[in-house]
């Protein structure tokens, strides 16, 4: 089934998921979509807004070009998701607990975000913007930063000998906080 161009508002999808098939152009806006089953449903150059997706299960789900603004997106296991073309961008949304495990994205853009205890390890987060992000308890463990832009972003943990830094972008503070493992005092 092939959902073009529609406006889903005010609906619970917590108690009957989105019909299977493709969603192209579509805006989900103030949906609830707690705990449910996406599995195996595409969407396309979506928007979800001021919307609750914690605890959805994405098994195959494909997300391609979608932003999400203002949303819940808690305990989400993102490296469920079909990898083919998969691109997304998140502001002002809150995805604590998270797991982005072994996933490739190159160049995402996470604006305004909080995101405790968010599972990055072995990722590939070359070029990769986190803008104004509370990073407290996100694991970095052999993940490719690479070109990375950290400098608006705090509470973040990250082990410089563990990751690939190479070009990655971090205030002055930000730079101090990847010195803290060596013991070293910076006046």
């Given at each position: 089934?092939?959902?073009?161009?529609?406006?889903?508002?005010?609906?619970?999808?917590?108690?009957?998921?989105?019909?299977?098939?493709?969603?192209?152009?579509?805006?989900?806006?103030?949906?609830?979509?707690?705990?449910?089953?996406?599995?195996?449903?595409?969407?396309?150059?979506?928007?979800?807004?001021?919307?609750?997706?914690?605890?959805?299960?994405?098994?195959?789900?494909?997300?391609?070009?979608?932003?999400?603004?203002?949303?819940?997106?808690?305990?989400?296991?993102?490296?469920?998701?079909?990898?083919?073309?998969?691109?997304?961008?998140?502001?002002?949304?809150?995805?604590?607990?998270?797991?982005?495990?072994?996933?490739?994205?190159?160049?995402?853009?996470?604006?305004?975000?909080?995101?405790?205890?968010?599972?990055?390890?072995?990722?590939?987060?070359?070029?990769?913007?986190?803008?104004?992000?509370?990073?407290?308890?996100?694991?970095?463990?052999?993940?490719?930063?690479g070109g990375a832009d950290f400098r608006t972003s705090f509470n973040f943990s990250i082990d410089p000998d563990g990751?690939?830094?190479?070009?990655?972008?971090?205030?002055?503070?930000?730079?101090?906080?990847?010195?803290?493992?060596?013991?070293?005092?910076?006046?």
């Open positions: 089934m092939l959902f073009y161009d529609k406006i889903f508002e005010n609906t619970d999808f917590s108690v009957e998921p989105p019909e299977k098939g493709e969603y192209e152009d579509c805006s989900f806006v103030r949906c609830n979509f707690s705990r449910a089953d996406l599995s195996g449903i595409d969407f396309f150059e979506c928007r979800f807004s001021h919307c609750d997706l914690s605890m959805v299960k994405p098994v195959h789900t494909a997300f391609r070009d979608v932003s999400f603004e203002h949303c819940k997106l808690l305990g989400v296991s993102f490296d469920q998701c079909n990898d083919i073309l998969l691109s997304f961008r998140f502001g002002n949304s809150v995805l604590d607990f998270s797991s982005f495990h072994r996933m490739k994205l190159k160049g995402i853009h996470f604006k305004d975000c909080k995101l405790e205890g968010v599972d990055f390890s072995e990722c590939d987060l070359q070029n990769a913007v986190f803008e104004n992000c509370d990073l407290s308890g996100a694991v970095f463990e052999n993940t490719n930063l990751n690939c830094l190479r070009k990655a972008r971090f205030s002055m503070d930000g730079a101090a906080r990847l010195l803290e493992k060596y013991g070293v005092i910076l006046d």
